[in-house]
């Protein structure tokens, strides 16, 4: 039974970040030839702490798809957010560490997310792109949005609802 309930509220948690992530769509900034949506990789960190790798990659897949079904998203949101949803949290699986974490967040976003998004522009977008076209605006919309996730995190940590939060969860 206790896996269970644990199961339900990681479910729960992924739906809320999910949720604030689609609401907050309208902030993105366009930056050369993509929208940088700094939400998504502030919540991509998030998950990664508190859900896993998997729940971050299925978040960024939820919120990639109803993003685009919203119009308020494109289809370079999928490879940009999965990879960095991956990465870092694996990172933090595997080290329990934020700088690390977020390093990985914007390598796997910034550098892995605007190469993957390459072949998704010119093969299924039809856009005319040069191989690293998208990396910058990758890489500046990820390190917003995981400064962001660092001082939400930090602000956790020192009011005590960081430790809360990860038991409620039980990774």
Request: aromatic share 8%; with cysteine.
């Amino acid at each position: 039974m206790k896996k269970h309930q644990t199961n339900t509220r990681k479910l729960a948690v992924a739906g809320l970040l999910t949720a604030a992530a689609v609401a907050c769509s309208p902030l993105s900034i366009p930056v050369g030839a993509s929208q940088c949506f700094p939400v998504q990789h502030m919540v991509n960190v998030l998950a990664a702490v508190f859900l896993g790798p998997w729940y971050g990659v299925g978040m960024a897949f939820a919120t990639s798809l109803i993003r685009n079904i919203l119009g308020t998203g494109s289809l370079l949101a999928f490879p940009g957010s999965m990879c960095g949803a991956l990465l870092c949290g694996i990172a933090y699986d595997v080290s329990g560490r934020l700088w690390l974490t977020c390093s990985a967040e914007v390598l796997g976003t910034g550098i892995l997310g605007g190469l993957a998004a390459w072949p998704v522009a010119v093969l299924i977008m039809g856009k005319e792109a040069a191989l690293f076209a998208y990396v910058l605006p990758f890489l500046v919309s990820t390190m917003g949005g995981t400064a962001i996730a660092w001082a939400v995190i930090a602000v956790l940590k020192k009011g005590g609802s960081f430790k809360f939060m990860r038991e409620a969860v039980k990774r």
